[in-house]
């Protein structure tokens, strides 16, 4: 298939547009940088750098393409100014209301949403269907949603990955998380007792490519483990994984010193499960954070004894 990723040269689709030319596939990337760091040698790849939160030629690409996946989207891990915050739903919104309006009946659209979705809800068991909640990135998530499932009734089958916290080597939460706990100074954030939905990254690309090959898999999936764990089981797993401690959190007043409004989503509670995934007969590789974090710093360690 021919097949677009936006945001292809970030963390998550560096390794999607990876898997996706080992099973054959000719893959164009688009992303803001004219020399990424993470583009990809090979003879079935293209990238062209664009901003795709404006129209342009680069919309060819959507055009063209049998399938999207639709990840652009700039960090939220950054304090939120009023401009930021502009940039932060319009890489979204926008692109992808961009991408949308140029795809032909009977391509595939699988566009990125976040369990930012639902608010803070405590220790609301959180699938599908629940309502969203009332902040920014809530309302961000639900445009981006609307834009994205717009194309549905132009013939596009369209679905929504609402993707948790993804662990995975070579960046993301992962890559903020080892040194702080390899040097003695890790902990959870915060009081600890939110829940944090997360997903390996192994898994969420075997989940994308079961949306690709699933004709009637549509509308929207909550992109994360079966089993969701509070801040603290998480910081204790990674300790015990590591044998350091674990028990010098980040205080909330030093996380809205440092951070601003974006500490309060770095608090927020989402008991998030993937419901449908599962009903649709998916099976997680990594279901449980043990079994995912010792993975992931094997994995990392035996990078960096290939590069010492």
């Known amino acids: 298939m021919r097949i677009l990723v936006t945001g292809g040269t970030g963390f998550v ?22 020399h990424p760091a993470q583009a990809v040698s090979h003879e079935r790849y293209r990238y062209r750098s664009a901003d795709t939160s404006r129209p342009g030629d680069w919309q060819v690409e959507a055009e063209r393409a049998d399938l999207v996946v639709n990840l652009a989207g700039r960090t939220i891990l ?9 940039e932060i739903r319009d890489s979204r919104v ?10 032909r009946p009977g391509a595939v659209l699988l566009s990125t949403s976040a369990v930012g979705y639902y608010g803070d809800r405590g220790d609301d068991v959180l699938t599908e269907d629940e309502p969203p909640g009332d902040d920014f990135l809530a309302g961000v998530s639900r445009e981006w949603e609307a834009a994205a499932l717009d194309a549905a009734g132009r013939g596009v089958r369209v679905a929504v990955m609402r993707f948790g916290v993804v662990l995975g080597s070579g960046g993301g939460a992962m890559e903020r998380m080892l040194p702080a706990f390899r040097l003695f100074m890790g902990g959870p954030l915060g009081r600890g007792t939110q829940w944090m939905p997360w997903i390996h990254m192994h898994d969420l690309v075997r989940a994308v490519f079961f949306l690709m090959e699933g004709a009637q898999r549509r509308g929207v999936f909550n992109f994360c483990a079966p089993y969701p764990v509070t801040s603290r089981e998480l910081a204790e797993t990674l300790g015990r994984v590591l044998r350091r401690p674990s028990r010098m959190p980040a205080p909330t007043f030093m996380l809205r010193a440092l951070m601003g409004e974006v500490a309060s989503t770095m608090l927020a509670s989402q008991r998030v499960v993937p419901r449908r995934l599962l009903e649709e007969g ?21 990078k960096g004894r290939e590069h010492s």
Do not use: M, N, S
């Open 13 to 34: 689709g560096h390794h999607v547009c990876v898997a996706l030319l080992e099973k054959g596939h000719e893959v164009t990337a688009i992303g803001l940088r004219r």
């Open 78 to 86: 950054k304090r939120w100014t009023p401009a930021y915050k502009r």
């Open 282 to 302: 998916f099976r997680f590789r990594f279901a449980r954070i043990d079994e995912a974090l010792r993975d992931l710093v094997q994995t990392t360690d035996h």
């Open 94 to 103: 926008r692109t992808t209301r961009h991408v949308a309006q140029r795809l």
